[in-house]
């Protein structure tokens, strides 16, 4: 894997391009400034993996827009040592974002060929998440509880497993929709255990998917 100075420019223009958009937290920016999303994809994409623009990642699933990464990782408003659950870990981008922010990751990915493909891409990058094979409905429990829970496929609902294993205080970003489109969440839970939401617009992911493939 070779990460050219080409790339690096190419990853300078994307986070102009996103901060443009109205991305703010400058950790998150510098998070997508660092990590390069060609080591993501196949090598036929490499020229095109830092346009705003979603890929497919084989198994039916797709790496999201460098803005839609960007956006939801803002969103949790990260700290440095916050415990993350992942739901989808896709390509494993969003993942090493996460971790790059800082935050302890734990990420479930439904599909076993994606799950095998970041298993060995991630910790190559050097970071250190701990990636399962399973049904993101159900979360990870004996990890739990988390500061934040980022779901990164399109829900028809919001899982109460994944609301009882948010921390008081914590905050949960999830796309809900059972069509092409999804609208963006941020659930917020309440030290009572009660949550707010917040309604931020309308995005597309790839469903998600409850039975876990053989």
Known sequence: MIDTYRHKGLRKQLVEELRAKGIKDETVLNAILSVPRHFFLDAVFT???????????????????????????ELLQLKKGDRVLEIGTGSGF???????????VFSIE???????KANRIV???GYNAKIKYGDGYKGWPSFGPFDKIIVTCGAPFIPE????QLKP???????????????????KKDQDGSFAQSKLGFFSFVPMLKETSK
């Open 94 to 104: 969003q993942t090493a974002i996460l971790c790059e922010v800082g935050a302890k």
């Open 47 to 73: 020229e095109q993996a830092y346009s705003n623009m979603p890929f497919q990642i084989g198994a039916g699933q797709t790496i999201s827009h460098p803005y839609t990464v960007a956006f939801q990782t």
């Open 161 to 164: 497993d994944l609301v009882a």
């Open 110 to 116: 439904r599909q076993r060929e994606l799950f095998l």
């Open 123 to 125: 910790p190559k990058l």
């Open 169 to 187: 205080g914590g905050i949960m970003v999830i796309p809900i929709g059972a069509g092409k489109e999804q609208e963006m969440l941020l659930i």
